[in-house]
């Protein structure tokens, strides 16, 4: 079946950290999450997530976000409710270079580049978050965290099975990330407008 909508795919989608993409789905450990990315503005911020508060002792958590104290990106997770997080420091975020990463909870794995970071600590017991995660930023109980960050693409699997496939396009001057998936345009749910990328040549 033909794709209706009059998309063009562009090599990426860029937010001021302002603007953000509701992803319409709650963080689940049984996902797999794949995602590249590059950070756009040296200092602290979140690239996806959720989480239930604004303080560091979270009810809930799950945060992929990159800290300029540590100079690092860390996955925070947690079910919850007072627990501290989990924390993994495992790459130099200030190379500004575009990187991939694979998170895949139920196999305690997770990649940045093809490199495993250190100190992985998952939770045994599977659950879903409160919110859904947002991207371009973090859902902290329904209030975008938001970050300078470029998206290439965005993948959620459940085993072999694609739930999400956003990709950066634009329809006419507009930039959106499209699901392969469900053929849907998610657009800006924040302020402002995105940084377009160069159209994708193939």
Known sequence: MMDLI?????????????????T??????????????KVEVVGSGPIFGMRNKSSFNQDSIFCFSFR????????YI?????????????????????????????????????ISASNIKFPTEPFIT????????NN?????????????E???????????HLIPVRVGNVGYMYDLVSKQLFGN????DFILGPDKVY
Do not use: W
Not at 6 to 22: C, H, K, N
Not at 86 to 98: L, S
Not at 131 to 137: D, E, S
């Open 189 to 192: 749910a924040g302020t402002g």
């Open 154 to 164: 965005y993948l959620v699997m459940n085993g072999d099975t694609k739930i999400q």
């Open 140 to 152: 902290v109980a329904g209030v975008n965290n938001g970050a300078c960050v470029r998206f290439y």
């Open 6 to 22: 009059p998309y063009q795919q562009i090599e990426y989608l860029e937010s001021s950290d302002i603007q953000y993409i509701d």
């Open 24 to 37: 319409g789905i709650k963080g689940n450990t049984e996902y797999k999450y794949i995602f590249d990315y």
């Open 78 to 114: 947690n079910k919850g409710p007072g627990a501290n997080s989990t924390y993994n420091t495992f790459i130099n975020k200030k190379d500004a270079k575009r990187h991939s990463v694979i998170i895949d909870i139920n196999k305690s794995e997770l990649t940045m580049d093809g």
């Open 130 to 137: 409160d919110y859904n995660l947002f991207i371009f930023g």
């Open 68 to 75: 300029d104290s540590a100079n690092a990106a860390n996955f």
